[in-house]
């Protein structure tokens, strides 16, 4: 069965860094386009960025345009997410999906377990 499994997250100070990866198993991953999700307490689920197939585009929310990239390697079936100068805000569960790389949740297949991210101030 397929499966999408988040790791990477953690506690961290503002201004600091983390880096996600979601390993992908069960499914042709270099013929998916992918997406980063995150849902803060209390919260909806809000796309933060998505990546095509290859890797060649991507796309970010606005609210960490600048300060996170998504990227992945086909070969490794894994997507990363990069994400620096954190905010307090920035605090949520992150969730890899696939199937597409826009900030629309139907139009993915599956879904990761998610990783939390906690930003201290």
């Known amino acids: 069965q397929v499966q999408l499994v988040e790791s990477g997250g953690g506690l961290v100070q503002a201004g600091g860094s983390l880096r996600l990866s979601c390993a992908a198993s069960g499914l042709p991953f270099s013929n998916y386009a992918m997406g980063w999700f995150r849902q803060a307490p209390g919260k909806g689920r809000d796309f933060v960025a998505g990546?095509?197939?290859?890797?060649?585009?991507?796309n970010y929310a606005n609210s960490v345009k600048g300060r996170f990239t998504i990227s992945r390697d086909n070969a490794k079936k894994t997507m990363y997410l990069q994400l620096n100068s954190l905010k307090p805000e920035d605090t949520a569960v992150y969730y890899c999906?696939?199937?597409?790389?826009?900030?629309?949740?139907?139009?993915?297949?599956?879904w990761g377990q998610g990783t939390q991210v906690t930003v201290s101030s």
């Open positions: 990546i095509n197939w290859s890797g060649s585009l991507t």
């Open positions: 999906a696939a199937g597409a790389m826009v900030d629309v949740e139907r139009m993915y297949n599956f």
